[in-house]
C-alpha cells in the first residue's frame, strides 16, 4: 500500500491553456474523490466516483472542468482554457466503501498556478 | 446544507502549553465529525474522527475532540503541544445517509504555531 499518489506535484500553465492532472488510488479503493483548495480555504468537494462512474458533481464544477476514471482506477481531471481563478491546489482522495463509513485517504496534491 | 465553522484563523501558543481549536458545525441532519492535519507541502491526514458513541474521541499524536450535540460543537484538544504539532487542522464534516456516507465539508482551517 503506497498511498495515493498525484502528478504532476506542481503544474504552471498561461491563461488559456488546457491542463490535466492525475490520481492514482490506494489499491483496491473504490471511490474517488476530487477536492479545490485555495490560498486560505479548506478544501471543497468537486466531484467523486464510485468505480468508473461519476456519482456526484459539485456546483463548482464548471463546464471547463472534466473528470473521468476509465476502468475504475486512476482518474483524470481536465480543466480547458484555465483562467487565474483556477489556480489552487487540487487534492485527490480514495475510500473503500465497506458500510456506512469509509476513511477518505488524500493524496499529497497539484498545486496549479494560472499565469 | 451543512457548514463548518472554525473560529480561529491562527492559534499560537508555546511548547508543552495545552491548546483547544474550535469547530462549530451547523447540519439538520445527522453527521459524521473529522479533524485532519495538513503539514506543510503534504496532504490531509485523518487525526480523529467522531461516528456514534462516546462523546469523546482520541486519535492519533495525543489529540482527542469531544462532540457536543447540544451546542453543535466538535472542538479539538492536547493537554501539552509539541513544536512539531505545527500545522494547519481543519475540522470536517460528512452526511450520514443512513448507510452512506457524504463528502466531507471542510472548515477554512485553523493554523497551529508551536513556538518553544
Known amino acids: 500500500d503506497t498511498g495515493v499518489s498525484q502528478n504532476p506535484r506542481h503544474k504552471i500553465t498561461k491563461r488559456g491553456q488546457n491542463v490535466t492532472f492525475r490520481c492514482d488510488p490506494i489499491s483496491e479503493h473504490n471511490r474517488l474523490y476530487w477536492y479545490r483548495q485555495t490560498l486560505g480555504q479548506g478544501p471543497e468537494f468537486l466531484t467523486y466516483f464510485q468505480n468508473e462512474a461519476q456519482l456526484e458533481k459539485s456546483r463548482l464544477l464548471s463546464d471547463r472542468f472534466s473528470a473521468e476514471r476509465p476502468k475504475g482506477s486512476f482518474s483524470t481531471l481536465e480543466i480547458q482554457r484555465t483562467e487565474q481563478g483556477d489556480s489552487a491546489m487540487y487534492l485527490c482522495a480514495s475510500s473503500f466503501r465497506q458500510g456506512s463509513y469509509n476513511e477518505q485517504f488524500f493524496g499529497p496534491g497539484t498545486r496549479l498556478t494560472v499565469l | 446544507a451543512q457548514s463548518v465553522t472554525q473560529l480561529d484563523s491562527q492559534v499560537p501558543v508555546f511548547e508543552e502549553a495545552p491548546v483547544e481549536l474550535r469547530c462549530n458545525y451547523s447540519s439538520s441532519v445527522s453527521v459524521y465529525l473529522f479533524w485532519y492535519v495538513q503539514y506543510p507541502n503534504q496532504g490531509l491526514q485523518l487525526l480523529l474522527k467522531?461516528?456514534?458513541?462516546?462523546?469523546l474521541v482520541k486519535g492519533i499524536n495525543g489529540f482527542e475532540a469531544e462532540f457536543n450535540k447540544s451546542q453543535t460543537s466538535f472542538h479539538l484538544r492536547k493537554p501539552s503541544v509539541h513544536i512539531s504539532d505545527t500545522a494547519e487542522y481543519f475540522c470536517?464534516?460528512?452526511?450520514?445517509?443512513?448507510?452512506?456516507?457524504?463528502?466531507?465539508?471542510f472548515g477554512k482551517g485553523t493554523k497551529l504555531s508551536v513556538k518553544p
Open positions: 467522531y461516528l456514534s458513541g462516546s462523546t
Open positions: 470536517a464534516v460528512s452526511v450520514d445517509y443512513g448507510g452512506s456516507q457524504g463528502n466531507l465539508i
